[in-house]
């Protein structure tokens, strides 16, 4: 069994920031790709950010400058730290994560986390 645990969202100011986290657990064998989505209300799920097994980055062009992911693996956390939120940074914020895990044999699959809320209101 795999279970990914994402924490640090909040309710903030505009201008503001906020640190979230994603924390792996279980008999996780391999860590590769991890990706952060968010779903603002009224909407799909969309990706925001992305972070290759290797560290390589990438972003929506709304967040550049703005929003920073990083991961530990030894750690089994990935992290997005988030600056000058915008009121259109709101919503629920997800991790997803490549992975394999052993269940008596490797076992390859995308999981995902439950959920941390955002939103950026005066």
């Known amino acids: 069994q795999v279970r990914l645990v994402e924490s640090g969202g909040g309710l903030v100011q505009p201008g503001g920031s906020l640190r979230l986290s994603c924390t792996a657990s279980g008999s996780i064998f391999g860590l590769y790709n991890m990706a952060w989505y968010r779903q603002a209300p009224g909407k799909q799920r969309s990706l925001v950010a992305i972070?290759?097994?290797?560290?390589?980055?990438d972003y929506i062009d709304s967040v550049k400058g703005r929003f920073t992911v990083s991961r530990d693996n030894a750690a089994k956390t990935a992290m997005m730290h988030m600056i000058s939120l915008k009121p259109e940074d709101t919503g629920l914020y997800y991790c997803?994560?490549?992975?394999?895990?052993?269940?008596?044999?490797?076992?390859?699959?995308?999981?995902w986390g439950q959920g941390t809320q955002v939103t950026v209101a005066s």
């Open positions: 972070i290759t097994n290797d560290g390589a980055t």
């Open positions: 997803n994560w490549n992975l394999t895990y052993y269940d008596g044999r490797h076992v390859w699959t995308s999981a």
